[in-house]
């Protein structure tokens, strides 16, 4: 199958793109590095003709409400009337486990945006819903620095390594429309303040973890971010990750 990604050179599409061409797909990715933008349409129509099979794993480039939900929107709109123009078969789309849970913050608002996008497209879906990746947390710690402490609230965590969302993602996209949800999540449940003591553990650098509730992207979140039974969990765990990066 030709499979475009879209998002293709990112930390989860590039991985994506990997596992599907060892699979012997014909795997492409779509980014603007590679000529394509979603946005204005750009390289769409020629990068997806031939096309069985897209995956979206593109992210905004802002977590601000207004840009999210732009990129998100206007993205979709594009994607989708190339779909159709070129007959694709098949739309793989990446969004976050809880996401329509967490009322009244943006960037979570703009990807349920992008979902009933989705949904309402016409094109056969499947949408992967994941946890936080371990990679993030470092990320995290940094935008949550103030001299040496990192000020981190104890909101319930089950994240998971890129490489295990990677392969459920081309493992969907390999397969049959779902038209529903699966989730996707880490082995163990960890506060995001443990997770970064946890970071600093295997790799000191002189901060200190200061448990702090009002601090951070992640402050004042429900408590739905960790998924429910029906979850699928994944093998990798965070300590061993750590050990190996």
Do not use: C
Not at 36 to 55: I, K, P, S
Request: net charge negative; no cysteine; hydrophobic share 45%.
């Amino acid at each position: 199958m030709k499979i475009v990604v879209v998002g293709g050179t990112g930390l989860i599409g590039s991985q994506v793109v990997t596992l599907l061409r060892e699979a012997g797909h014909e795997a492409v990715p779509a980014a603007p590095s590679t000529g394509v933008d979603t946005l204005t349409g750009e390289g769409l129509a020629e990068v997806l003709e031939g096309a069985d099979v897209v995956v979206d794993v593109s992210n905004s480039p802002s977590f601000d409400t207004e840009p999210a939900l732009d990129f998100f929107t206007r993205s979709a709109r594009t994607l989708f009337a190339a779909e159709k123009e070129a007959g694709v078969r098949h739309h793989v789309a990446l969004s976050i486990v809880g996401v329509d849970q967490v009322p009244g913050y943006g960037y979570y608002e703009a990807k349920v945006a992008q979902e009933n996008a989705v949904r309402a497209s016409g094109v056969p879906y499947s949408l992967v819903r994941a946890t936080q990746f371990f990679e993030f947390v470092a990320p995290v710690m940094d935008m949550s620095t103030r001299g040496t402490e990192v000020r981190l609230p104890s909101t319930r965590l089950r994240p998971i390594a890129s490489a295990d969302v990677a392969a459920v993602v081309a493992e969907a996209a390999q397969g049959a429309p779902s038209h529903g949800i699966r989730n996707i999540a880490g082995p163990e449940v960890f506060g995001l303040d443990r997770l970064g003591e946890l970071t600093l553990a295997a790799e000191p650098d002189g901060r200190t973890v200061v448990t702090d509730e009002e601090a951070g992207l992640f402050a004042g979140m429900p408590d739905v971010l960790t998924g429910d039974d029906s979850a699928h969990l994944a093998a990798t765990r965070f300590e061993e990750w750590l050990k190996r990066s």
